[in-house]
């Protein structure tokens, strides 16, 4: 049997005030899948290991195993309650480099362990940082904002990589992220160096950051067993020059979650954002509706009025993978095409209706009814119908 020094999939779990991140049982859901799968196939014992920081958190080990964990690695210290990304960064190091900790995961796997085989981390603000910083320690590469996962057998030539003869990379990870407004995929490789003495060195873990949404948790089990390691950091006095005074949590000014109806708009909004824009405020007042964006609106590339573009072009309205996931009765989108960044955020919707003049347009296959046509003609047509109806309901 070949040395293997790299071992497990460490999901890297995010909690805030005691609450676990829906990403981070996604995650974990996504990891249970590949790893029944992994140690099926290779025949082996590896495992799907949680790391979670903070404070007061010894509940949580529990959920997690209960949502597919099979070692949670707890860290439990005043000093991790928040995140502090030089803290995070060196505690997650010593973790996934600890071979007494790699013995209480697996005893038979102990002795050769240097470093995780694979690595997740959450695609949001604070996993987008820690993961590049804690990949830096660990000297390996990194995929960012991932949303389908495969590990298979790879045969790879490259001319530097393996200097051009074919070499097979076992249980690699392709990692896939969406790229040109997500409707082409990018595979990523995070493989070693072979065959050329003059660069020759491995990379590992194989990580990435995962997009929320991408991948559905499992049902939780709270008769799953797994095993708790309590783990006390090393920290160095100087790490803790950063001090967290105090924490504010700022709400949220779009209202997504009461209103019962949306209308988002994109970048269909071109031939005249101020005129279209007030076309669609004013179709959301009449139906009482919060207004979301898509992405690209938010970068304020489109001229409009001070006063428009600093109450709509905002992040706090973008929808999808990088802003929020939205749940109303109704959502009509204007001028959106659907990317799969997009349609992450509004999949749950109850009832979809979409105004597009390009019948091609992906939106398409995520509606209910499809209106084909410009924004600018088919609103004003839709208040009228709206109007008679109120009057109709009102009289
Ligand atoms: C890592 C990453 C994360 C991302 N996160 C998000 C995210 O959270 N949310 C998000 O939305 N995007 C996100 N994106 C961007 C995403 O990939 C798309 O680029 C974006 O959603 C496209 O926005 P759009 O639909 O407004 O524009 P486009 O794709 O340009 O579509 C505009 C649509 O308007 C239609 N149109 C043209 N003229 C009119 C008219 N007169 N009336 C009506 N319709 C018209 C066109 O036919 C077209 O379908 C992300 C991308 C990356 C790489």
């Known amino acids: ?61 529990k959920e997690l195993i209960a949502y597919g964990a099979d070692v949670v690695v707890s860290v439990d210290h005043p ?34 362990f240097k470093k995780p085989r694979y ?36 045969e790879v030539t490259h001319q530097i990589k393996t200097a051009g003869k074919p070499v097979n990379f076992k249980k690699t990870l392709e990692m896939y992220r969406p790229d040109f407004s997500g409707f082409l995929w990018t595979t990523i490789l995070c493989l070693d160096n072979r065959n050329n003495p003059v660069i020759e060195r491995d990379y590992s873990p194989q990580a990435c950051s995962i997009i929320a949404g991408a991948f559905k948790p499992i049902s939780p089990d709270p008769k799953r067993i797994g095993v708790i390691v309590d783990y006390v950091p090393k920290i160095d006095e100087k790490d803790l020059r950063v001090k967290i005074l105090s924490r504010k949590v700022i709400e949220s000014e779009v209202d997504f979650e009461s209103r019962r109806a949306v209308v988002g708009f994109g970048r269909g909004i071109k031939d005249a954002p101020e005129k279209n824009i007030k076309l669609v405020e004013e179709f959301a007042k009449h139906l009482d509706a919060e207004i979301g964006i898509s992405l690209p609106i938010s970068k304020n590339v489109y001229p409009a009025s001070p006063s428009i573009s600093s109450t709509y072009m905002i992040p706090a309205r973008v929808i999808g993978t990088s802003g929020r996931k939205i749940s109303p009765m109704l959502y009509v989108a204007f001028g959106i095409s659907g990317a799969s960044q997009h349609v992450t955020g509004m999949e749950d919707s109850e009832f979809v209706v979409a105004v597009n003049p390009d019948e091609n347009s992906p939106i398409k296959d995520q509606c209910d009814i499809f209106i084909k046509g410009r924004m600018e003609d088919i609103i004003p047509l839709l208040l009228e119908e709206l109007k008679q109806q109120q009057q109709v309901v009102q009289a």
Do not use: C, W
């Not at 928040?82 to 002795?111: F, M, W």
């Not at 804690?134 to 590990?151: M, P, Q, R, Y």
């Open 1 to 61: 049997m070949t040395q293997e020094y790299y071992r497990h999939l460490y999901v890297v779990i995010e909690q805030i005030d005691g609450k676990i991140l829906p990403v981070s049982f996604e995650m974990l859901g996504e990891a249970r899948r590949l790893f029944d799968d992994f140690n099926a196939r290779y025949s082996s014992n590896e495992k799907v290991v949680a790391i979670i920081l903070g404070h007061n958190i010894k509940e949580m080990s």
């Open 79 to 112: 000093e991790v309650k928040d995140i502090r990304n030089i803290i995070y960064t060196k505690i997650i190091s010593q973790i996934s480099t600890d071979k007494e900790i790699a013995s209480k995961i697996e005893p038979s796997y102990a002795s050769e």
């Open 119 to 154: 690595m997740f981390f959450a695609a949001d603000s604070i996993g987008r940082h820690l993961s590049s910083t804690v990949l830096v320690e660990l000297d390996s590469g990194l995929a960012s904002d991932i949303n389908k996962l495969v590990i298979r057998d790879l």
